[in-house]
């Protein structure tokens, strides 16, 4: 009966934390709702309200998620892992349900509201959902961390069709064309923008409040990290279930850390290959069983998992993991973060513009409605197929990077004449880009674990955040100017540009076997 209940503790603790990232689906909500957003600004809010620009909004959301990942630890030490996750979630929701009031008042302020402090709260859950998962499977974490990044999209898909389905049921076309834009005036579809920002708010909290009554802590946290003719093993048990597990730390995952296949696919390096297993105990006053297998070769062996009779109860030694300040002297940590940059302007430009932009040469709302939510759907399939390719080392890590940017780089060059060509035309160069970037979250985790190891993933993991936070700056800024000087054309070629020179980064960069990082190790 014990193991029974702690079996079922385990698995809807697994499917709790895929409905945390709920409103993570933000990122792919808002670009269908900014025509309707734009248009409200422009002719029915308050004669005072356009004080800012609406495109910070999904830009300063970006940037709050960064503070957010700092702030987890702290808090976490202070009100405890779960108690943090439920006021994140209820933060968030109170943000966004002001913004709707807010949007009739002020730009700036629902711009704070919607995307500086709603990114803020985003940042807790979306960390700790993946902190969840990996203490309670730690053997399927590739894939599982797959699927907790894509729930989020899913969310996305059913929240656009809602919001469209309620603002605009009669599909009416944009009757008023300014400069390189496209609005509504009609009132029966201006009236209803606040209670279509209601309806996402709404839908999101009730997604997250079932995760957060579903969620566990887990009992053990495990960790093993191999280096060059070294394998140790690290086991222990959280005393205070309530604290952070900063040994984020999957077996699946780290089992390759100094794997050459997920990195390089290169073999011939002599190391040593530990396979390990713990026994949870849900009483947290009894040490955990570890057994531990160690196997020398010349040559990098399968990756399996054996049992051992030598059994050693209560012994632990640290795991070797990079620090943050080691990590800042490497090269393999400012490739990726230049990854993470340039993959992070390209999401912000598709997802807010791809129904702006697409308005002007196709204006049929329902129609990109319908490709605004094959967005996510896409990014979310591609997301868990690779998180099992990984998995399985089919492809290594420096090849989904270098396929992603380079995909990017060619795409956004074609942006602006897709929609003028024909719908079809338009879907396959949209949805080709979401594959390109549906890697991007899934990598920056996996990265950041698999080279710089368990010990300090959270702040390195929100370090290489500051990038595409960075980028959000950037393009708040950039945006407005490009498109009153340049135009289209050059706006959509700034991130084809950037992903060009972000993958020449990434080509002459070593992460097979890093030297920097095995120094720091």
Same mark, same amino acid.
């Given at each position: 009966?014990?193991?029974?209940?702690?079996?079922?503790?385990?698995?809807?603790?697994?499917?709790?934390?895929?409905?945390?990232?709920?409103?993570?689906?933000?990122?792919?909500?808002?670009?269908?709702?900014?025509?309707?957003?734009?248009? +409200?600004?422009?002719?029915?809010?308050?004669?005072?309200?356009?004080?800012?620009?609406?495109?910070?909004?999904?830009?300063?959301?970006?940037?709050?998620?960064?503070?957010?990942?700092?702030?987890?630890?702290?808090?976490?030490?202070?009100?405890?892992?779960?108690?943090?996750?439920?006021?994140?979630?209820?933060?968030?929701?109170?943000?966004?349900?002001?913004?709707?009031?807010?949007?009739?008042?002020?730009?700036?302020?629902?711009?704070?509201?919607?995307?500086?402090?709603?990114?803020?709260?985003?940042?807790?859950?979306?960390?700790?959902?993946?902190?969840?998962?990996?203490?309670?499977?730690?053997?399927?974490?590739?894939?599982?961390?797959?699927?907790?990044?894509?729930?989020?999209?899913?969310?996305?898909?059913?929240?656009?069709?809602?919001?469209?389905?309620?603002?605009?049921?009669?599909?009416?076309?944009?009757?008023?064309?300014?400069?390189?834009?496209?609005?509504?005036?009609?009132?029966?579809?201006?009236?209803?923008?606040?209670? /279509?920002?209601?309806?996402?708010?709404?839908?999101?909290?009730?997604?997250?409040?079932?995760?957060?009554?579903?969620?566990?802590?887990?009992?053990?946290?495990?960790?093993?990290?191999?280096?060059?003719?070294?394998?140790?093993?690290?086991?222990?048990?959280?005393?205070?279930?309530?604290?952070?597990?900063?040994?984020?730390?999957?077996?699946?995952?780290?089992?390759?850390?100094?794997?050459?296949?997920?990195?390089?696919?290169?073999?011939?390096?002599?190391?040593?290959?530990?396979?390990?297993?713990?026994?949870?105990?849900?009483?947290?006053?009894?040490?955990?069983?570890?057994?531990?297998?160690?196997?020398?070769?010349?040559?990098?062996?399968?990756?399996?998992?054996?049992?051992?009779?030598?059994?050693?109860?209560?012994?632990?030694?640290?795991?070797?993991?990079?620090?943050?300040?080691?990590?800042?002297?490497?090269?393999?940590?400012?490739?990726?973060?230049? +990854?993470?940059?340039?993959?992070?302007?390209?999401?912000?430009?598709?997802?807010?513009?791809?129904?702006?932009?697409?308005?002007?040469?196709?204006?049929?709302?329902?129609?990109?409605?319908?490709?605004?939510?094959?967005?996510?759907?896409?990014?979310?399939?591609?997301?868990?197929?690779?998180?099992?390719?990984?998995?399985?080392?089919?492809?290594?890590?420096?090849?989904?990077?270098?396929?992603?940017?380079?995909?990017?780089?060619?795409?956004?060059?074609?942006?602006?004449? /897709?929609?003028?060509?024909?719908?079809?035309?338009?879907?396959?160069?949209?949805?080709?880009?979401?594959?390109?970037?549906?890697?991007?979250?899934?990598?920056?985790?996996?990265?950041?674990?698999?080279?710089?190891?368990?010990?300090?993933?959270?702040?390195?993991?929100?370090?290489?955040?500051?990038?595409?936070?960075?980028?959000?700056?950037?393009?708040?800024?950039?945006?407005?100017?490009?498109?009153?000087?340049?135009?289209?054309?050059?706006?959509?070629?700034?991130?084809?540009?950037?992903?060009?020179?972000?993958?020449?980064?990434?080509?002459?960069?070593?992460?097979?076997?890093? /030297?920097?990082?095995?120094?720091?190790?």
């Amino acid at each position: 009966m014990r193991f029974q209940k702690e079996k079922w503790v385990k698995y809807c603790s697994v499917i709790g934390a895929h409905f945390l990232t709920a409103s993570m689906s933000f990122m792919w909500t808002y670009g269908n709702l900014a025509p309707y957003v734009d248009s +409200y600004v422009k002719f029915s809010c308050s004669p005072d309200c356009a004080d800012g620009g609406t495109q910070w909004i999904l830009n300063l959301w970006l940037i709050g998620t960064t503070p957010g990942l700092f702030l987890v630890d702290p808090m976490v030490k202070i009100v405890g892992m779960k108690r943090l996750v439920m006021l994140s979630v209820l933060l968030s929701s109170l943000a966004v349900l002001a913004s709707a009031w807010m949007l009739h008042i002020s730009v700036i302020g629902a711009s704070l509201l919607m995307g500086l402090l709603n990114g803020i709260s985003v940042g807790v859950p979306n960390i700790l959902s993946l902190t969840f998962i990996n203490g309670w499977i730690p053997e399927r974490s590739s894939i599982f961390t797959a699927t907790v990044t894509s729930s989020a999209p899913v969310v996305a898909i059913i929240q656009n069709q809602i919001v469209t389905a309620y603002v605009n049921p009669l599909n009416l076309r944009p009757d008023v064309q300014q400069g390189s834009s496209a609005f509504f005036s009609q009132p029966q579809i201006l009236e209803r923008v606040p209670g /279509a920002i209601l309806i996402i708010a709404g839908m999101t909290l009730a997604v997250q409040v079932v995760g957060c009554v579903l969620v566990e802590n887990p009992p053990v946290q495990q960790s093993i990290d191999k280096t060059d003719a070294v394998s140790q093993t690290h086991s222990r048990v959280v005393k205070d279930t309530d604290k952070l597990y900063d040994t984020f730390c999957p077996e699946s995952v780290s089992a390759r850390v100094s794997t050459p296949s997920i990195l390089n696919g290169h073999e011939g390096l002599s190391h040593c290959e530990s396979n390990s297993y713990t026994h949870y105990n849900m009483d947290s006053s009894k040490a955990p069983e570890t057994c531990s297998h160690n196997t020398c070769s010349s040559k990098r062996p399968a990756v399996e998992v054996h049992e051992s009779n030598d059994s050693k109860q209560g012994e632990s030694t640290p795991v070797p993991s990079c620090k943050p300040s080691q990590a800042l002297k490497t090269r393999v940590f400012w490739a990726l973060c230049f +990854y993470a940059g340039c993959m992070g302007y390209g999401v912000i430009i598709k997802n807010s513009f791809f129904k702006v932009f697409g308005l002007l040469y196709i204006p049929d709302d329902r129609f990109l409605t319908l490709l605004g939510s094959l967005i996510p759907l896409i990014e979310a399939i591609c997301r868990v197929i690779f998180g099992a390719v990984l998995d399985k080392n089919i492809f290594n890590i420096k090849d989904c990077l270098v396929f992603g940017l380079s995909l990017c780089s060619v795409l956004f060059a074609f942006f602006y004449f /897709a929609p003028q060509v024909n719908k079809p035309v338009y879907v396959i160069l949209i949805l080709a880009l979401s594959f390109a970037q549906s890697l991007f979250f899934l990598l920056i985790a996996l990265c950041t674990f698999v080279l710089f190891g368990p010990a300090h993933f959270a702040l390195l993991y929100a370090l290489v955040f500051m990038a595409p936070t960075t980028s959000s700056v950037v393009s708040a800024l950039i945006v407005t100017p490009i498109l009153q000087t340049l135009g289209w054309f050059w706006l959509f070629m700034t991130p084809s540009i950037l992903s060009a020179l972000g993958l020449g980064f990434v080509m002459i960069t070593e992460f097979e076997d890093s /030297a920097e990082v095995h120094a720091a190790l």
